[in-house]
């Protein structure tokens, strides 16, 4: 078998989630040999993870991009979102989001750029995105932020070394940002 059928094999089985018997009346191969493939692929995959994933860069002091230049040190934004799926009849409260439907919640980073540098998938959809993130600061192959650099994140987590969110006190609105500079409501003192 030659290596594009190799690669074209563990393509489609992570960009489908297709099982092995799938595969072998697609490619009229054996499973052993489909399976024996798809590992040889993966584990070059593996090995060439450190050409293949892109570090997170933090944001000069000097940047000149206007709407990052505020950023200094940002690696750039984190933050959960759902994902519906299909789950057994058991397992159904368990992936039941706050809104009623099954999903699953998934935690991702993405650089200033706007590409994935981080994806945690496989959470059930009931647990909030700070108890997501908890898990994986845990792990010990997860997300690690270098000092003194930060991820901005939403108001569904909290401050912490390497995490910036909104302060909750004060409301945001693109708006009130117009050209950089914040515009001043007038504000009621009088009730």
């Not at 059930?124 to 898990?135: F, I, K, N, P, Y």
């Given at each position: 078998?030659?290596?594009?059928?190799q690669?074209?094999?563990?393509?489609?089985?992570?960009a489908?989630?297709?099982?092995n018997?799938v595969?072998?009346?697609?490619f009229?191969?054996?499973?052993?040999?489909?399976?024996?493939?798809?590992?040889?692929?993966?584990?070059?995959?593996?090995?060439l993870h450190?050409?293949?994933?892109?570090?997170p860069?933090?944001?000069?002091?000097?940047?000149?991009?206007?709407r990052?230049?505020?950023?200094?040190?940002?690696?750039?934004?984190?933050?959960?979102?759902?994902i519906?799926?299909?789950?057994?009849?058991?397992?159904?409260p368990?992936y039941?989001t706050?809104?009623?439907?099954?999903?699953?919640n998934?935690?991702?980073v993405?650089?200033?750029?706007?590409?994935?540098?981080?994806v945690?998938?496989g959470?059930?959809?009931?647990?909030?995105?700070?108890r997501?993130?908890?898990?994986d600061?845990?792990?010990?192959?997860?997300?690690?932020?270098?000092?003194?650099?930060y991820?901005?994140v939403?108001?569904?987590?909290?401050?912490?070394?390497?995490?910036?969110?909104p302060?909750?006190g004060?409301?945001?609105?693109?708006?009130?940002?117009?050209?950089?500079h914040?515009?001043?409501?007038q504000?009621?003192?009088?009730?």
């Amino acid at each position: 078998m030659d290596i594009d059928e190799q690669v074209a094999i563990f393509l489609h089985i992570i960009a489908h989630n297709v099982k092995n018997r799938v595969m072998i009346c697609r490619f009229y191969r054996s499973g052993e040999t489909i399976s024996r493939h798809f590992s040889r692929v993966c584990n070059a995959v593996i090995r060439l993870h450190s050409h293949l994933l892109k570090k997170p860069q933090p944001i000069p002091e000097a940047s000149t991009d206007h709407r990052w230049k505020w950023f200094k040190n940002c690696l750039g934004a984190l933050d959960g979102t759902y994902i519906k799926c299909l789950v057994l009849l058991e397992e159904k409260p368990r992936y039941r989001t706050r809104k009623g439907e099954i999903a699953t919640n998934v935690l991702w980073v993405c650089s200033p750029d706007m590409q994935f540098i981080f994806v945690l998938p496989g959470w059930e959809g009931s647990v909030a995105d700070g108890r997501v993130l908890r898990d994986d600061l845990d792990r010990p192959h997860g997300l690690k932020v270098p000092r003194p650099c930060y991820y901005s994140v939403d108001a569904g987590y909290t401050n912490g070394e390497g995490f910036l969110a909104p302060y909750r006190g004060q409301r945001y609105h693109l708006n009130d940002l117009r050209d950089g500079h914040q515009q001043l409501r007038q504000k009621n003192y009088i009730t």
